[in-house]
């Protein structure tokens, strides 16, 4: 992975190039833009702070912003929560729970693994660093993949739907929930730049997968805490399923994602289809 300052940098840029000067509310000018977006100065006009000190911040200088300066130039670049959260952590502020052991590998402690049991009739998995699959009980494997059963360095959810061609065939929105994927990733990576295992992850993906490639290269951040999948099962056909996720207090690293469908829909019934041809006798994967 770049370095932390190259990471800042090619983000400040590209956030500073998607800026609109119709809407910042800055007087305008008779100065032809060569290039979409905002120049350094007017960005360092919204923020309230000089263009050399902006420059600077923006060619990865080591200097360290104060929060206050910080959210006005997330203000100016029209970034939203994980964007600002994504430059908070870049430059080493971040205001976000300091990361539980993170050179050690995860474990799901046994009274998630029952939860996860308990909820039998919905998909629910949990997630860790770097989209790493931690388990996942036995509706999410029957709708989605039997993640027990890849090779433990396979188990890792944007792996899976880059390099897996049963996952591109599975979403109807396969382009959708691939960008969300590096956008969570790019996101958890800013967290720590430094990690060594999400580096690999990352460079192996770029390596070989083109969509990732062009797609990580944009450098856009956004958290997903709920939304919608479109699927074809290939057992029970079309369906789509809403998710919510919680990440678990005390464990910033660990989230749960649950699945669910409209009570009375298709999506539904093709849900309950599927828990029907579904052994009950699995419990979720202990890595």
């Known amino acids: 992975m770049a370095d932390k300052n190259h990471e800042l940098a090619d983000f400040l840029k590209r956030a500073r190039g998607k800026g609109d000067p119709s809407r910042s509310g800055l007087p305008s000018d008779s100065r032809v833009r060569r290039v979409p977006g905002l120049r350094r100065e007017e960005v360092a006009r919204l923020a309230g702070v000089s263009t050399d ?30 964007g600002r959260a994504h430059l908070r952590d870049l430059l080493g502020v971040t205001a976000a729970p300091a990361r539980l052991h993170p050179g050690r590998a995860q474990r799901v402690r046994h009274g998630l693994h029952q939860l996860l049991d308990a909820l039998d009739g919905e998909p629910a998995l949990v997630l860790g660093r770097r989209t ?73 993906l770029r ?37 919510e996720t919680l990440t678990l207090p005390g464990d910033p690293d660990t989230t749960l994602y649950v699945y669910t469908a409209e009570p009375g829909s298709p999506s539904k019934s093709a849900l309950d289809l599927l828990a029907s041809w579904t052994s009950p006798r699995t419990a979720t994967h202990r890595p």
């Open 132 to 204: 790493d699959i931690l388990a996942a009980n036995r509706m999410a494997r029957a709708l989605f993949a039997d993640f027990a059963q890849l090779p433990h360095r396979e188990r890792n959810y944007a792996r899976w739907m880059f390099l897996d061609d049963d996952a591109r065939a599975l979403f109807t929105d396969w382009e959708d929930q691939a960008r969300a994927a590096v956008e969570s990733l790019r996101l958890d990576a800013g967290r720590d730049p430094d990690d060594q295992a999400t580096a690999a992850l990352i460079a192996d």
């Open 53 to 82: 000190y902006y420059t600077r911040l923006e060619q990865g200088r080591n200097i360290t912003p104060s929060p206050a300066v910080i959210e006005a130039i997330g203000r100016a670049l029209a970034l939203d929560e994980a």
């Open 207 to 243: 390596a070989r997968s083109h969509a990732f490639d062009t797609w990580w290269e944009q450098h856009r951040v956004h958290q997903r805490t709920h939304g919608s999948k479109r699927l074809r099962h290939p057992l029970v056909g079309e369906l789509t399923v809403e998710y």
